[in-house]
């Protein structure tokens, strides 16, 4: 799951930092064209929705100048954002696009060590141990193939870090992860649906077996896992798809993962936008926006409606607790 950029769009400042210059020297053989501000490239801006599989083979270097931790309630008690947002993946439904729009290209910000600071020192002076996700806006392990900003990050919160950090992954190069001293202090979490969708929606993501095979050796490792089943497509024949996935990972996942994992389950949300640009850029994928089963949910929004939701609901409390009885159901939302 190599990313080769085709052009590198860089703030000018962020080569004076380590990182910056690690790219700079990585990618010299690339097109760099240099920017004002990662977060507004007009010149891509202006591109057609049609060019987004195009813009995805961008990588952005920029400094991260604020980075706000929202509160969180689910899995963590905040979110952080990180060392880098977007991705280089086309996941039909990604929540990215909802934020970014076609620009939800891979933006990396070489300001690591300010954004590990904050983190630290907000964990040492809670009252209690707290969980930061840190994976919320890009996925950190393919970052990581990229930069080795995950390991770095792993290893210097177990040393001076309280509590716990987590992120979840679609990807499966954790080899560089396994030999860290993690502390047990980073909790890792694969994404998974049926290999089916993975092929026809999550584009350039790892496949299945790959995602079990990670998680599986990151556990033996020490690590502490979750598995999310997210987000959850209510596609034609989803009952047989995820009953095939549920007893897949019944059969392939550890004893050890499926007695300690946390579990999470999130229902596909979809929007006006994810519509105008896939219908443009992928005129022959699978339509994941069904009027028949879907609602409005604020503003370009949509949801499953609430009975739709309620039998899938049913469908994943009860197999989840027969197929995998010790593994704590966080929620399905
Ligand atoms: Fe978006 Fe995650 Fe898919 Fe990347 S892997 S496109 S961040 S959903």
């Given amino acids: ?106 933006r990396l910000f070489v300001n690591r060590e300010q954004m590990l600071e904050k983190v630290l020192r907000t964990s040492r002076h809670a009252e209690r141990p707290l969980t930061f996700e840190i994976g919320s806006n890009s996925d950190l392990v393919l970052e990581n193939t990229i930069t080795g900003n995950l390991g770095w990050t792993i290893e210097q919160f177990a040393k001076e870090g309280r509590g716990f950090l987590t992120f979840p992954t679609k990807f499966a190069e954790i080899e560089p992860l396994l030999p860290l001293s993690h502390g047990g202090k980073t909790i890792a979490r694969m994404s998974v649906n049926p290999a089916e969708l993975i092929r026809k929606v999550e584009l350039g993501t790892a496949p299945l077996t790959a995602r079990i095979r990670a998680i599986n050796l990151l556990c033996e490792a020490g690590y502490p896992v979750g598995l999310l089943i997210a987000p959850i497509m209510l596609v034609e024949g989803w009952e047989k798809l995820y009953t095939e996935l549920l007893n897949q990972l019944a059969d392939e996942l550890s004893p050890q993962v499926k007695k300690t994992m946390r579990l999470e389950c999130i229902f596909m949300t979809y929007s006006y936008v994810h519509r105008q640009i896939n219908e443009a850029a992928f005129p022959n994928a699978v339509r994941l926006y069904d009027a028949n089963l879907m609602t409005g949910r604020g503003p370009g929004k949509y949801w499953y409606r609430a009975p739709v939701r309620a039998k899938a609901e049913l469908f994943f409390r009860e197999s989840l607790k027969l197929l995998f009885p010790e593994a704590q159901l966080i929620y399905i939302v």
């Fill in 1 to 106: 799951m190599k990313f080769d950029p085709k052009t590198v769009y860089f703030e000018p400042d962020a080569m004076n930092y380590p990182l910056g210059k690690y790219l700079q020297k990585k990618y010299e053989n690339k097109n760099w064209i240099p920017i004002e501000n990662h977060n507004n490239i007009p010149e891509l801006r202006a591109r057609d929705n049609c060019e987004f599989p195009k813009l995805k083979q961008n990588l952005i270097i920029g400094i991260r100048k604020t980075q706000k931790f929202v509160p969180n309630k689910k899995i963590s008690d905040f979110l952080v954002p990180y060392t880098s947002s977007g991705c280089s993946a086309m996941c039909l439904y990604c929540y990215l696009v909802c934020h970014y729009n076609k620009c939800a290209y891979l």
